[in-house]
Structures are given as structure tokens and as C-alpha cells.
């Protein structure tokens, strides 16, 4: 196995490293974004046949009755669980031929091979097997080449799987926990929307109540009234209560006035990370399970 020796080959190293390993997770990171938009390019390729098989599209490009269907299939994404069944099935593929190479030139087990390339494709590398450490070999050359190209391929599907995986955790987390969410907090909500429907009331309608029927203001046995029976209350009321909400809703039609969209508004200032960072913002808003809509 070569390594550095000397103090001077041990220093270039740390600083080449620093460059190496970030191109490599630049190249891993360009192999995904790549190949998440050729997967859901053929994806949407077979779904748009299907559609056309079934005659919810019209052929030849024509829009008759399906231009909805058509509109619709514009923004259509692939599912997460597709894109990982196909990154599964290519590095499984990859393993085992792989594997059929290591079994005969290195005396390998087939299953110790496979083991290999798990260690090896995931880079954690425990060092216990390695290839290409014996003295010679036949067709030396072209083993090494081989081992070079599948050790690639596999390292990038390896490394595209464990970031589709990491999506479906993410999902399995939120879904656990927004079941947990609505069991514990149920109440504590509507506690909360009670208080501050009950809470909120003006000093002028106060004092006010007393007023005869003549005047515009409503007295308080009649607001009273159409409260308890679902009715609508009066504008004055409603504005007068609710000078908070009125005040978001006045800034949120400013800020559509002005041609930005209420998530950036909120949400991108307090965190410039929003959008996810590397490979996790590279799949965002590319598969149906990461679409902002969801």
C-alpha cells in the first residue's frame, strides 16, 4: 500500500488533500444531479407512454381534451422510492460483477468479494481486504484498470443511494413526528386558539356596549347572539379584534405587490441554508417527495 514516507510528502498531502477531497465530493455531487435528471428524464419518458397508451394524451403532440393532463405532466417529478430502487438495483449490479472479477484473480470467497466491495464502494475501509497487493498478476494492467473503473462506478451509485436514503429517513422522521405532533398537541391548539380568539378585544367596543340600537355599533347581548349562533359579526368588530392578523395580512399582499414569494420572505432571511446544503440541495425540488408544494 503506498504511502507518504517522508515529512515533506506527509505536509503535501494534508494541503493536497484539502483540494483532492473537495473536487472528489464536487465530482460526486455533479454524478448525482446528472443522474437524478437522466433517471427522471426516462421516467417521465415511460409515464408519458403509458398516458398515451391509455389515450389520457393525445399522440403527435396535438391538444385536444387532454391539455390539462399535459399541463399537469409539465411539473411531474419522479418518486423518491423509484429513484432509489434503480440506484439499488445498479450498485447491486455493479457489486456482483465486480465481485465475479475479484473471486477468480485475488482468491476470494464470492461473498467475500461482495463484502469487499460494500467496504470499498461506501469508502469506509476497514483495510482487512484489499486488491491489488500481490506481487503479480495476470494481465496486470487490464485487472488494475478494471478495478480502477468498477471502484468508481460503485463509489458514485454507492454514494447516490445513501443521499436518496437520506431523503427517506428525512421523510419517515417528519411523518413520525407530525403524528406525534398531532396527538400531544391537539389540545394544547385549541387551548391556545381559544385564548387568543377571547383575549383580544378592543378598549373602544368596551366601552361601547351600552349604546341603543340606533348608533351603528352592535350591543353586546346581540354581538353576544350572532356569535354563539355562527353568524357573521360586523366589520368594525372584526377589524377592531384583529389588528395583528390585519397587519401580517397587509405585509404579505405588500410583499406579492412587490414580486416576492411568501417563503422567501419569511424563511430564507433567518436561514441561508433553507434550500438544504450539497447533494441535499442538489435533489431538492427534483423528486416528487422534495417538491416545495408538498
Known sequence: MTTPATVGGKIFLIFYGLIGCAGTILFFNLFLERLITVIAYVMKSCHE?????????????????????????????????????????????????????????????????????????????FGDLVSSQNIKYESQGLYRFGNFVFILMGVCCIYSLFNVIS??????????????????????????????????????????????IETDVVNDSDTDGRRLSGEMISMKDFLASNKVSLAIMQKQLSETANGYPRQMSSNSKQNGFSGGVGALAIMNNRLAETSVDR
Open 49 to 125: 407512454r403509458q398516458l398515451r397508451r391509455k389515450g389520457v394524451l393525445p399522440h403527435n403532440g396535438r391538444r385536444g381534451s387532454g391539455t390539462s393532463e399535459v399541463d399537469s405532466l409539465a411539473g411531474w417529478k419522479p418518486s423518491v422510492y423509484y429513484v432509489m430502487l434503480i440506484l439499488c438495483v445498479a450498485s447491486l449490479i455493479i457489486s456482483c460483477c465486480a465481485s465475479a472479477m475479484y473471486t477468480p484473480i485475488e482468491g476470494w470467497s464470492y461473498f467475500d468479494s461482495l463484502y469487499f466491495c460494500f467496504v470499498a464502494f461506501s469508502t469506509i475501509g
Open 167 to 212: 431523503i427517506v429517513i428525512k421523510q419517515s422522521i417528519n411523518w413520525i413526528l407530525k403524528k406525534l405532533d398531532c396527538r400531544c398537541c391537539h389540545r394544547c391548539q385549541r387551548k391556545l386558539f381559544r385564548s387568543r380568539r377571547n383575549v383580544v378585544m378592543p378598549g373602544n367596543v368596551r366601552s361601547r356596549r351600552n349604546i341603543s
